[in-house]
């Protein structure tokens, strides 16, 4: 049987007046009036509890999942979640398949809202990205309740969450081993050359084949044959383009490096608010490692990494979007891709962490004219987030 | 003056020659004039300094690692670039090492890495110090793991590893390592200022006969540049003992493996 976390079951009867004394690992209680009906209406609490079948709880966010389970558990999220959880399909890969997202947040009466974009696995082989978008979503949901900046932000903004944009790609990887290291789309080739695939993220529209490619298409950083050539990158160009006036801040997830990137790929081009930009992300960077000990680092790729061009990243800064940051999740090349699934989830939670500075920021200040990233309000956040997590991975069986 | 090098075990203790801080004047006339040239401070976290902790990195453990002990850098924390003019560029870095089998903290190592000059196409050269405490003791689970696979009747080998979604099963793990540390000599020799090459699968490896001392694996590797994106397919041939180490025999690069046609590699 499957009991409710705590906290649930004290808010419930709080609110209606019972007086319950609550212990960690069960419920303990005594009533004061009306006790037969409070205890109905207890039992009958308990026992929707005992069939909790939320899949924010019992799916398996700490394994890799093939499509089919990812696409099943996003139908799952939107009918548990009405008015909280909706979906949409925006676009169609190359072999014809759905590219879908999330669209978490409370519903004003179809008022369009300031949203935040996050998408991952627009590299196939990056599993940990989809596991994190996954996880994302898990927490968003579990804090909503619980967190009151969650509950805050979930009012004010919409997150789009895209768990996989490469689903081409990321169903060959997982075909056999010969597959699982593959990185580009799944289109065939042009004309003059024979291997299938396009780098995604060298395809977006920004300063699109000038630098960190190859123009082979058999190369892992082939951008195309033109900017755009491929549909998944024009489906979020087009989808993002028509609301970057909406879209305050656009997350892109990848592994591995243990690295947050700013805009731009070219080592002589700078964002207007590189400043700014920099110092949100290290107080990202900063939160991130408080979670497990593990360093990541922050700046531009030309400077942490390599120099690129045509990212969805740089695409998005340049359309105006004001907040573009690529997380390169674990690990720095012991497993690389191939992250084993027991650091799933604290790979999740300190990504989840240093998500949760950017976002708040972003919210904070379009809501509150704010732009203080002061550590006393950054560690009471890293406290109820922690806390809250605490109580809401509670699952006895 | 030069300091003996000893090696017990884990126990590296000393230079292998005199390292010149950037600093101290040198004496014109003698041959080590490049002392001289100043050393351009460079910014630990970006990209250049992290290449150059990746070389000394495959540097330590061609000279160190084993089946049991394998290295990597944590975290670079200073770093200086000095033009060596005809010779090419020096980086100076100072950098956390960790034991990884065992995420162990190994404590700060300094090192000059060489890159020659492009066009001379040769590999970088390195230089290293490593200062701290090892009480690593490797000795009692090498000897074990060589007296197991000496007496064994019969060959040993494994495939896929890590599978895909990352496991290792614990038995294969002394061979991931193993081809980590192998597959360190041709990422030390492939690497340049423009590279970040790590080991990312072990396709297969098999046990070979032998007669000497040494045991003796042909293993099948994917590494992947992190620079480029690309995964190079090698085939390497390598040997260990616990007296001797390890050691890289024969090395094979498979080009045709570079496109994936459908779901089958071409050989």
Redesign the interface.
């Known amino acids: 049987m499957k009991w409710c976390h705590v906290r649930d079951v004290l808010d419930f009867n709080r609110h209606r007046g019972f007086f319950i004394d609550g212990a960690g690992d069960g419920v303990k209680f005594s009533m004061f009036s009306s006790a037969g009906r409070a205890l109905l209406l207890l039992l009958l609490l308990l026992l929707d509890c005992a069939a909790d079948r939320s899949t924010e709880r019992n799916y398996e966010y700490t394994k890799y999942h093939p499509m089919p389970e990812i696409s099943a558990w996003m139908q799952q999220m939107v009918e548990e979640n009405p008015g909280l959880v909706s979906s949409e399909v925006y676009g169609t890969t190359y072999e014809r398949r759905d590219i879908m997202f999330l669209k978490i947040g409370v519903d004003q009466d179809g008022v369009q809202k300031k949203a935040i974009w996050m998408d991952c696995g627009i590299h196939a082989r990056e599993w940990i990205a989809p596991a994190f978008c996954q996880w994302f979503v898990k927490e968003m949901l579990l804090r909503y309740k619980t967190d009151k900046k969650v509950g805050e932000m979930l009012n004010n903004l919409d997150f789009y969450v895209t768990p996989v944009l490469n689903v081409d790609g990321y169903m060959y990887t997982w075909i056999n081993e010969s597959t699982r290291l593959w990185r580009k789309s799944r289109s065939s080739p042009p004309e003059s050359c024979s291997c299938p695939g396009v780098d995604l993220n060298r395809n977006f529209y920004a300063n699109w084949g000038m630098i960190g490619v190859s123009r082979n298409c058999c190369d892992n950083t082939y951008c195309g044959a033109k900017a755009l050539s491929e549909p998944e990158a024009r489906a979020v160009t087009e989808f993002v383009g028509n609301r970057s006036g909406e879209i305050l801040c656009y997350l892109t997830i990848h592994s591995a490096g243990q690295l947050l990137l700013m805009p731009y790929g070219h080592p002589q081009i700078w964002a207007p608010n590189y400043d700014e930009l920099m110092r949100v992300g290290q107080a990202a960077v900063r939160a991130m490692g408080s979670v497990h000990g593990m360093e990541y680092r922050v700046g531009t790729s030309p400077d942490l990494l390599y120099p690129n061009s045509g990212s969805s990243r740089d695409w998005a800064r340049l359309i105006g979007i004001p907040f573009s940051y690529t997380f390169e999740l674990r690990d720095k090349g012991q497993f690389g891709h191939k992250l084993p699934e027991d650091q799933i989830q604290p790979a999740c939670e300190e990504a989840f962490e240093g998500a949760r500075v950017i976002i708040t920021y972003v919210h904070d200040k379009a809501f509150h004219n704010r732009t203080d990233i002061g550590a006393a309000g950054m560690a009471a956040a890293l406290w109820t987030s922690m806390l809250a997590s605490c109580l809401t991975t509670m699952l006895l069986v | 003056a030069h300091t003996v090098l000893y090696i017990t075990g884990l126990q590296f203790v000393l230079k292998l020659t005199p390292h010149t801080p950037a600093a101290s004047p040198s004496v014109p006339g003698q041959e080590d004039i490049q002392a001289a040239m100043p050393v351009e401070e460079l ?1 630990p ?3 250049p300094a ?1 290449r150059a902790a ?1 070389v000394a990195e495959h540097f330590i453990n061609t000279r160190y690692g084993s089946p049991f002990a394998w290295f ?1 850098s ?2 670079v924390k200073k770093a200086g670039l000095e033009d060596m003019g005809v010779l090419g560029t020096k980086y100076h870095i100072e950098f956390t090492l960790k034991e ?1 089998t065992r995420n162990q903290d190994m404590g700060l190592c300094s090192a000059e890495v060489l890159f020659h000059r492009a066009d001379e196409r040769k590999p970088p050269q390195v230089q290293c110090t490593c200062s701290g405490a090892f009480q690593v003791n490797t000795s009692a689970e090498e000897e074990d793991l060589y007296q197991r696979l000496r007496n064994a009747t019969s060959l040993l080998s494994g495939s ?1 590893i ?7 099963d614990p038995e294969m793990a002394p061979f991931w390592h193993l081809g980590g540390v192998a597959s360190s000599f041709i990422m030390l020799r492939e690497s340049n200022e423009s590279t970040l090459l ?1 080991m ?2 072990i ?1 297969n490896f098999t046990q070979m006969e032998t007669k000497d001392a040494q045991l003796m694996f042909q293993y099948d590797i ?1 590494l ?1 540049d ?6 190079l397919k090698w085939k390497l041939l390598l040997s260990w003992s616990p007296d001797g180490g390890v050691k890289v025999l024969e090395a094979e690069w498979d080009p045709k493996c ?4 459908t ?3 071409l050989y």
């Open positions: 910014d976290s970006h990209y992290t990746k990597g944590s975290g990884m896929d890590p599978n895909s979604v990352g496991h290792i790590n990312a699968h396709d994917l992947h992190m620079v480029s994106q690309e995964i570079q496109a994936i046609p779901s089958s590699i």
